[in-house]
């Protein structure tokens, strides 16, 4: 299988969520920002790289309102997560240079239809150049930026006119004292916002449909809708089955990404209880880890998310102490261990604090995870959608938790749908066969897995069903629920594991939940700056993770023998 180093993953794809890094050294050479690889990237997952077509919209946006030579801009669908990062940033750099970060807001020109089923406003952070990887924390760990279709919108309504400076907003955060250019005048081309959005989007793509996919997608991950039907159909479906009684649509809330979903959770916690720590439990998804930090008052981290660790919380319960929520991962990334949800209910029930559970791992297909949580979230990125090119994520509330009404009331008031309009119509499309394909993975998953578990080249393969975690999965495993399509497996040196990697005839690259098989160096590119830390928690450095796809088992069988082969011929030359 050719693959390109940079390329979109899956190749020849726009808006690809993942890129190729094909073989160990390319991973470690992006992680080194080694030009040979750093240079030839395209893409990348959309959190950790900036799209070239929002690269090319910042850089736009500063010629018309800054000074190219000494400022960037990093850009948001809304003014509130403008606000966010514009926080965070003044809130990182010296007192005296504060003036000169600032937030520009563009807005539909007056021109613009009203009523046109698309449109969209630009908030821009615009700040000195130097301070670049302070506001890229913001974008990573938040997951509010802006995607690369919205980008792709925005720069052509803003070269076609359509788009102009909102002169009207002027707040501490957008008047600056430092010299700013002018704002270029740019006139319409005389075209109309409707031949501008025929052109944009053709007839290919209904975009007036946006909102409907929204209500169709919200009704499938409250689980009221698990047919693989069309729109209409899905638009009519009325079921009251939900993945708890008395669920619909309305205790479910759509993010631009899982991240996203995952930080707003966590503001709405504080917002709802106030300024109290948070729990990380169990080895997290890095961001989790790190919103829970720069956010709010910190948080205790259990790395293990053992038993020992929930006595230990429970003592210091006991204590007196007190907290906001606790965040866990059902299973986690990337040992697969599933957290005690029962017995950490009773505790938060008892000591009263909320729980947020990322299932993206598993989905609601496999495990139900919502009757133990006050919210779940979960990255539609990955299974959900499958097809690697959209971002999303969902939030889901549990209408008998017992913080419910509090935290209701307060995503009602707060929340604010950014989700892109183009966004969602793919998102919709690519999830309606959603249950057969979780059938097929998990299947399929279960025979790879058990393949490398009896092969003596492997040192450990971490899937649920092999975890000393079991138990607890299968506590909370729905009738026809399986594992999943996510495992990870370690060698017994790190040339073998390289070995394995370098052959494996799957595309390389981060994310997961792919309707194709991918593998990808996890640990590396997670923590690749943390290797001892992520060590000390049992996660080896050389791991690899696998996501398998819709191939045929006997193919992908293949396929892993002959990296397996390869694993013997390391072991056999080094004997």
């Known amino acids: 299988m050719m693959q390109v180093l940079g390329g979109p993953v899956p190749p020849n794809t726009d808006h ?8 160990w050294r390319a991973n470690v050479g992006y992680e080194e920002g080694e030009d040979w690889v750093v240079k030839k ?36 669908p809304s003014i509130k997560s403008a606000r966010i990062c514009h926080s965070f940033l003044i809130g990182k750099i010296p007192a005296d240079q504060a003036y000169k970060a600032r937030i520009v807001n563009f807005i539909p020109a007056p021109t613009t239809e009203a009523g046109s089923s698309i449109t969209s406003s630009l908030s821009c952070v615009v700040y000195p150049k130097e301070y670049a990887s302070i506001t890229k924390q913001v974008w990573q760990h938040s997951g509010s930026g802006i995607s690369s279709r919205r980008g792709e919108f925005c720069l052509g309504a803003l070269e076609d006119g359509f788009l102009v400076e909102d002169k009207g907003f002027a707040t501490a955060e957008s008047i600056s004292q430092c010299p700013r250019k002018g ?48 729109l209409p159909e899905a638009l009519k479906t009325t079921s009251s089955e939900g993945r708890v009684a008395g669920i619909s649509e309305d205790d479910v809330y759509l993010h631009p990404s899982g991240m996203n979903a995952i930080f707003n959770a966590h503001q709405t916690l504080l917002t709802t209880r106030g300024d109290l720590p948070s729990i990380c439990f169990g080895f997290p998804y890095t961001d989790t880890l790190k919103i829970l930090q720069k956010w709010g008052p910190g948080c205790v981290f259990y790395g293990h998310g053992s038993s020992e660790d929930l006595d230990d919380l429970e003592s210091r319960l006991k204590a007196g102490e ?4 606790l965040f866990t991962e059902a299973p986690g990334n990337p040992l697969l261990k599933t957290p005690d949800l029962k017995r950490i209910r009773k505790l938060a029930d008892q000591y009263g604090f909320a729980i ?7 989905n609601f297909l496999n495990i139900n995870v919502l009757p133990l949580a006050d919210i779940v979230v979960s990255s539609l990125t990955k299974i959900f959608s499958g097809d690697s090119n959209v971002m999303g994520g969902g939030a889901v509330l549990n209408p008998h938790a ?12 707060e929340y604010e749908d950014i989700y892109w309009a183009e966004d969602a119509v793919f998102l919709e499309r690519n999830s309606r066969d959603f249950v057969a394909r979780i059938g097929q993975i998990n299947v399929t998953t279960e025979n790879i897995t058990a393949m490398l578990k009896e092969s003596p080249l492997v040192k450990e393969v971490y899937y649920p069903k092999y975890s000393p975690t079991k138990p607890l999965y299968d506590s909370l495993r729905n ?11 370690t060698f017994h040196s790190t040339a073998e594991a390289i070995a394995f990697y370098d052959t494996i005839e799957v595309l390389k690259g981060p994310s997961l939940g792919t309707n194709f098989t991918l593998s ?3 640990v590396l590119l997670a923590h690749y700056g943390e290797l001892d830390w992520a060590r000390s928690f049992n996660v080896d450095p050389d791991l690899v993770r696998i996501s398998v796809g819709l191939e045929e088992v006997s193919d992908l069988r293949s396929t892993f023998q002959r990296a397996l082969d390869a694993v013997q011929s390391v072991r056999q030359s080094s004997a």
């Open 479 to 489: 009738p026809n629920g399986g594992y999943g399509g996510l495992f990870s497996v």
């Open 520 to 522: 990808s160096p996890y």
């Open 41 to 76: 990237m395209q893409c990348g997952y959309p959190r950790f790289f900036i799209h070239p077509i929002i690269q090319k919209l910042a850089q736009e946006v500063v010629r018309r309102v800054g000074d190219p030579n000494l400022e960037t801009a990093i850009l948001f």
């Open 16 to 23: 690809a969520v993942s890129v190729s890094l094909p073989t």
């Open 356 to 362: 947020v559970v990322d299932e993206t791992i598993s």
């Open 402 to 413: 017992q913080y419910y009404t509090s935290i209701k009331k307060v995503y009602d008031q």
């Open 322 to 325: 007190r907290f906001l929520g």
């Open 183 to 230: 704002p270029r005048r740019y006139q319409s081309d005389g075209r109309d916002y409707a031949q501008f959005i025929e052109e944009r989007f053709g007839r290919n793509l209904s975009t007036s449909l946006a909102n409907q996919a929204k209500l169709a997608v919200r009704k499938r991950i409250a689980g009221v809708l698990t047919a693989d039907v069309e």
